[in-house]
């Protein structure tokens, strides 16, 4: 199994190829909903790529507008 941080890694360098906005979105994994019970912490305004001022996904490799109560794969403190 591979470890969180290849996982990790393994969507960096696809988010990296991706072309187009949705399917970025699909690679990182963006939804309305916790993933799994007890990931609350893991929402997008928990992020440190999210900028609140104007609810946005700061991310490098991202960069979109996003809902603070949003989810993503590569959520990060």
Request: net charge negative; hydrophobic share 40%; charged share 30%.
């Amino acid at each position: 199994m591979q470890s969180l941080k290849e996982s990790n890694k393994t969507l960096v360098e696809r988010l990296r190829a991706a072309r187009e906005t949705m399917e970025k979105v699909a690679i990182v994994g963006l939804a309305r909903q916790p993933f799994a019970a007890g990931e609350a912490k893991e929402k997008c305004g928990n992020c440190s790529h999210f900028l609140p001022s104007h609810e946005f996904c700061d991310m490098p490799d991202l960069q979109l507008p996003v809902d603070k109560d949003w989810w993503c794969l590569l959520w990060r403190e």
